[in-house]
């Protein structure tokens, strides 16, 4: 029996085994790069990576959003999501000076040769196992800056962290990592876990700006529309000057919806992620120091409320905006019906007087009638001998009146039928 494949199977297998780090032993070094790309530049990051591969062992194949490359010792790992690309270098072993960069040369240089987009994080990170790495006997003041220095136990009190999460002067942040018994793929799951942290930390806090920067304009907006819809409660306010001025208001609002809406949902959707990270992390409290929960929750959540207020505010006006021009709208449509009621009745009125004249016409029309007919009868009657004319003449104005009045309204009574 010939069974037909979806045409996604093979690609949702593929997606389930990509965006991991390869299996990491401590100690070893990583440095990582996140760009933020738009959707002119999704193309280049691959072709970036396709002119890596010159000179480099390939290691996992390249697909549209993963690869794993071997250069000179060094492996880089490259990803590609929606907005951003990370490239992420591993190396073997510690040096002398912990978080040098140079340790990565020349890898480095070509990684950042023609890399597309604009750098959004870079980060330093070394894995020790020896005790004389461990957070809280070593001077850490050497490389953090005391006063934000955040020490925690991970992995369930498997691996213990510090960093300030600063940017130093040589452009990239810090992360010690100490590994107190980790095995096979839980240190490079306990990075990923980190990294990803930060990454969509980061991006999520990139709505922030957007938000601060806007909200003046949705402020004034606000007070303009209270003018407005206390405009509209007043019977001598113009119509058609509110409705121009609603109508520039609520073109205003939809600007400022399509500029930050798809910003705002990947803000929330970004802190989400980060939230669900930092819950994974199993984040434990090592006495005299803020953990990496208590740094993220103080940080990132204000912001996220911030950008889901300004949200909010922006779907609030727009509804607000809506009523008040319905309201508008109706008064509109009332002075309207009014002024067509006004309308049939002046045309009653008019039609009312209409009839009448019509009516004196007819009767006017009867005499006339009446006098050409009775003058025809009176040159028929001329040549009889038996009545006097005259009183021939006298005894046919009447009936012929009648006569005529009769047809007339016979008339006008099939015409209406």
Same mark, same amino acid.
């Not at 990051?45 to 194949?61: K, Q």
């Not at 001598?236 to 609520?250: G, I, K, M, P, T």
């Given at each position: 029996?010939? +069974?037909?494949? #979806?045409? /996604? %199977?093979?690609?949702?297998? !593929?997606?389930? #085994?990509? %965006? %991991?780090?390869?299996? +990491?032993?401590?100690?070893?070094?990583?440095?990582?790069?996140?760009?933020?790309?738009?959707?002119?530049?999704?193309?280049?990051?691959?072709? #970036?990576?396709?002119?890596?591969?010159?000179?480099?062992?390939?290691?996992?194949? /390249?697909? !549209?959003?993963?690869?794993?490359?071997?250069?000179?010792? +060094?492996?880089?790992?490259?990803e590609r999501h929606t907005e951003f690309a990370s490239y992420t270098l591993l190396r073997p072993g510690l040096t002398e000076e912990l978080f040098d960069p140079t340790d990565f040369d020349p890898v480095r240089g070509r990684v950042y040769a023609g890399m597309p987009g604009q750098i959004i994080r870079s980060t330093q990170i070394a894995v020790a196992t020896d005790d004389a790495f461990d957070p809280v006997t070593l001077d850490l003041q050497q490389w953090f800056a005391d006063e934000a220095t955040i020490v925690c136990d991970v992995a369930g009190g498997l691996a213990r962290i510090a960093s300030d999460f600063r940017l130093n002067a040589d452009s990239y942040g810090r992360l010690l990592i100490h590994d107190r018994g980790l095995q096979r793929d839980e240190p490079g799951q306990l990075i990923m876990r980190l990294q990803e942290l930060g990454n969509y930390r980061n991006m999520a806090l990139i709505g922030l700006p957007l938000a601060q920067r806007l909200t003046?304009?949705?402020?004034?907006?606000?007070?303009?529309?209270?003018?407005?819809?206390?405009?509209?409660?007043?019977?001598?306010?113009?119509?058609?000057?509110?409705?121009?001025?609603?109508?520039?208001?609520?073109?205003e609002l939809a600007r400022l919806v399509a500029e930050t809406r798809y910003r705002m949902s990947a803000t929330q959707a970004y802190a989400q992620l980060s939230v669900d990270r930092l819950a994974s992390l199993k984040i434990g409290v090592v006495r005299g120091y803020q953990t990496l929960g208590d740094f993220t929750e103080r940080r990132l959540m204000p912001a996220v409320r911030t950008c889901n207020s300004f949200s909010a505010r922006l779907d609030d006006l727009s509804q607000r905006a809506a009523w008040t021009s319905e309201l508008l709208r109706t008064r509109i449509d009332i002075a309207l019906a009014r002024q067509n009621r006004d309308l049939l009745t002046s045309m009653d009125r008019r039609t009312d007087l209409q009839l009448r004249l019509q009516q004196t016409v007819e009767g006017l029309s009867v005499v006339v009638i009446s006098y050409y007919a009775v003058a025809l009868i009176g040159y028929m009657l001329g040549a009889q001998t038996l009545v006097p004319h005259e009183i021939a003449m006298a005894i046919t104005v009447p009936v012929v009146i009648a006569c005529v009045a009769i047809v007339l309204r016979w008339t006008r009574r099939h015409i209406i039928e």
């Open positions: 029996m010939t +069974i037909q494949d #979806h045409p /996604l %199977r093979a690609s949702l297998s !593929a997606e389930m #085994h990509v %965006r %991991r780090l390869p299996r +990491i032993a401590a100690p070893c070094r990583m440095m990582q790069v996140l760009t933020v790309m738009d959707e002119a530049q999704t193309d280049a990051a691959r072709a #970036h990576i396709e002119d890596l591969m010159n000179g480099a062992e390939v290691v996992v194949p /390249l697909s !549209a959003k993963y690869g794993v490359l071997s250069i000179d010792g +060094i492996t880089l790992v490259w003046p304009a949705v402020t004034r907006l606000e007070t303009r529309l209270s003018e407005l819809t206390q405009a509209v409660s007043e019977r001598s306010s113009e119509d058609d000057r509110l409705l121009d001025e609603l109508s520039f208001l609520s073109a």
